[in-house]
C-alpha cells in the first residue's frame, strides 16, 4: 500500500518521495535517479554508462519498488537472440496449439544490462519495443505494460566482444546518464549500510516503501504538458542544435529529434524543480545528457581527445542565452 502522505499530495511531491526512498538504498546517484524520473515522465528510454558495481541493478530494481511497478533485468550476451528479449511462440502439445510466452521486455523497467555485448540483430529486438511501445510476434502486434523504460547500460567500444551501437538505436534514448563512482563520503556511508545488516536482496526489509505509482506518473505527465515554453528559450534549443551542426568538430549534429528531446527534457525537469515554465536553465542542465550521444565527433577531434561532453560545453559557452 502507498503511505498516506503520498496518496493525498500532488504527483510532483510524490515523485519527490520516490527520490527520497531510493536514497535509502542507492548512495550518491540523485541525479541519475532524477534523469530516470524525467525519463519516465516523458515516456522515453535511457541509456547508462558506468563501470560495474555502482549499483545499477539495485537502482532499477529500488525505483520500480518506489513506483509500485515491475522491474527487470536481461543479460545481453553475444548469444542471446531476438526472441530471448521479446518472446516467442512455443508450442503446447496439450492444446494442440502454438502459445505466445512473453519475453523479458513485458515489464514496467527493464535493465538491458551490457547491451552492446550483443549481435546487432538482437539490439534492433529492442528498436519496435522502444519507439512503438509494442512487440510483434509472426505478424501480431503485442502492446507493452505501462509504464515502459528500458535503462540500458553499454561498455566502452575499445572493449573486446563489443558492438557499435547504431545511430538510429542511439537516436531511440531520451538521456545518456554517467553513473559516477561515489565520493568518499557516500561510500563509507555504503559500508556503514552493509556493516549494519543492509540487504540488496530484501528492499522491504531495508524499509524502501511503495510512495507512487503509475497514476502519480500519468498526472505528471499532464502536468509537465502545461509547462510554459516561451519563443526566447525554444529558439535557445534551436540555436544550440544547429550550433551542433556547424561545429567543425562535428561530423554528425543534433538532428530535429534532438532538439524536441531537449524540449522535453527541459519542461519535465522545470516540472520537478517547481516551475510551470522552462528557464535557459534548465535548458543547460539537461543538454549535456539529452544531446552527448546524439552528435558524432569527426575522428582526428577524437585522437586529441575532445568528448562530446566538451564540444557541448564549448556551444553552451557561445551559443547567446535569452534574458
Not at 93 to 111: M, Q, S
Request: hydrophobic share 40%; glycine share 8%; proline share 8%.
Amino acid at each position: 500500500m502507498m503511505s498516506d502522505r503520498t496518496e493525498t499530495a500532488g504527483p510532483r511531491a510524490a515523485l519527490a518521495a520516490v527520490r527520497d526512498e531510493v536514497a535509502k538504498a542507492v548512495v550518491g546517484q540523485d541525479s541519475v535517479v532524477s534523469g530516470l524520473l524525467i525519463a519516465l515522465i516523458c515516456e522515453g528510454h535511457v541509456l547508462l554508462e558506468g563501470v560495474p558495481g555502482v549499483a545499477k541493478t539495485l537502482l532499477i530494481r529500488t525505483l520500480a519498488r518506489a513506483l509500485s511497478v515491475e522491474g527487470k533485468r536481461l543479460q545481453f550476451t553475444p548469444d542471446l537472440m531476438p526472441g530471448d528479449v521479446t518472446g516467442s511462440l512455443i508450442y503446447d502439445a496439450r492444446t494442440a496449439r502454438f502459445e505466445f510466452r512473453p519475453g523479458p521486455v513485458f515489464t514496467n523497467l527493464l535493465l538491458a544490462d551490457e547491451i552492446n555485448r550483443t549481435p546487432p540483430k538482437t539490439q534492433a529486438a529492442l528498436l519496435e519495443a522502444m519507439e512503438e511501445r509494442q512487440v510483434s510476434v509472426e505478424g501480431d502486434p503485442r502492446p507493452l505494460p505501462v509504464p515502459f523504460l528500458v535503462a540500458a547500460t553499454q561498455n566502452p567500444v575499445e572493449y573486446e566482444g563489443t558492438y557499435q551501437l547504431p545511430e538510429a538505436e542511439l537516436d531511440r534514448f531520451l538521456l545518456k546518464l554517467t553513473v559516477p563512482l561515489p565520493e568518499r563520503a557516500d561510500e563509507m556511508s555504503i559500508l556503514r549500510r552493509h556493516a549494519d545488516g543492509f540487504d540488496p536482496r530484501n528492499l522491504a526489509a531495508a524499509g524502501i516503501g511503495q510512495v507512487a505509482g503509475p497514476a502519480e506518473l500519468r498526472q505528471a505527465k499532464e502536468e509537465v504538458r502545461k509547462v510554459h515554453v516561451s519563443d526566447e528559450v525554444a529558439g535557445y534549443i534551436v540555436d544550440i542544435c544547429r550550433a551542433s551542426r556547424a561545429s567543425p568538430s562535428v561530423r554528425l549534429g543534433v538532428s530535429p529529434r534532438g532538439a524536441t528531446s531537449l524540449l522535453a527534457t527541459s519542461r519535465a525537469w522545470a516540472f520537478l524543480s517547481g516551475r510551470d515554465y522552462v528557464t535557459p536553465d534548465d535548458v543547460k542542465a539537461l543538454a549535456a545528457p539529452t544531446l552527448r550521444h546524439r552528435i558524432q565527433l569527426r575522428p582526428e577531434v577524437e585522437l586529441d581527445g575532445a568528448t562530446p561532453d566538451g564540444v557541448l560545453a564549448g556551444l553552451l559557452a557561445t551559443v547567446p542565452v535569452p534574458r
